[in-house]
């Protein structure tokens, strides 16, 4: 499947729609996208996302914690975010 991002803006969001694979590339690419717009009011719906690869993950994992929020995620993305949020954090405590 093609992996696109459209665009649409609501009176208080900013709304990508992902859809197809979407890995490393396709973060760059949308990572350029998102930096003209405010976090806070950036969502990412994930309704037609058919996968998403680790290095995305990744990525996806920094843009929630900066405040983009995600609808339509589905469940083994939300583990695998949550379990690199969790690598993040303990590799931070041990080079404390």
């Known amino acids: 499947m093609t992996y696109r991002i459209h665009r649409s803006a609501e009176a208080d969001r900013v709304v990508f729609t992902l859809s ?3 890995d490393n590339e ?9 930096a003209s717009e ?5 969502v990412l719906d994930f309704t037609d996302v058919t996968l998403v690869d680790r290095m995305a993950v990744q990525f996806l994992a920094v843009l929630e914690d900066r405040g ?3 609808v339509n995620c589905p469940g083994y993305v939300r ?5 690199e949020r969790a690598l993040r954090t303990g590799e931070d405590g041990a080079h404390e």
């Open 20 to 22: 197809g694979d979407v």
């Open 26 to 34: 396709h973060a760059e690419g949308l990572e350029e996208l998102l």
């Open 38 to 42: 405010a976090n806070d009011r950036t």
């Open 68 to 70: 983009v929020r995600f």
């Open 79 to 83: 583990s695998w975010i949550a379990a």
